[in-house]
């Protein structure tokens, strides 16, 4: 089992920068697929980000690409999403999640677990 929960969320203006953490307890996160989702209100979740065990590989929406960086940060057991150029399409609340397999995956179903969620909005 292993908990995940996401911090760095907040208001803010559009062109700004957010940085996203997403911390573990119970597992180290080097062994485990993650990625970042998002869900705006009335829309469904969808795919943003993810990344694989050893951080090689990696996968963006085409909304966020070139503006979102995954990254982990093994010292510290984390998983990282930089944003910048941030606009107000991308406020939702953001959901990081892992599954203890290789390879990456865009799709919710390759994930078997999730955080809480981080707000991020962002103003025009």
């Known amino acids: 089992q292993v908990q995940l929960v996401e911090s760095g969320g907040g208001l803010v203006q559009a062109g700004d920068s957010l940085r996203l953490s997403c911390a573990a307890s119970?597992?180290?996160?080097?062994?485990?697929?993650m990625g970042w989702f998002r869900q705006a209100p009335t829309k469904e979740r969808e795919f943003v980000a993810a990344?694989?065990?050893?951080?090689?590989?990696?996968s963006y929406a085409d909304s966020v690409k070139g503006r979102f960086t995954i990254s982990r940060d093994t010292a510290k057991n984390t998983m990282v999403l930089q944003m910048k150029n941030l606009k107000p399409e991308d406020t939702a609340v953001y959901y990081c999640a892992a599954s203890p397999v290789g390879g990456i995956s865009i799709m919710m179903t390759g994930y078997d677990y999730w955080g809480q969620g981080t707000q991020v909005t962002v103003s025009s």
């Open positions: 990344i694989s065990r050893n951080g090689g590989t990696t």
């Open positions: 119970g597992r180290t996160l080097s062994t485990f697929r």
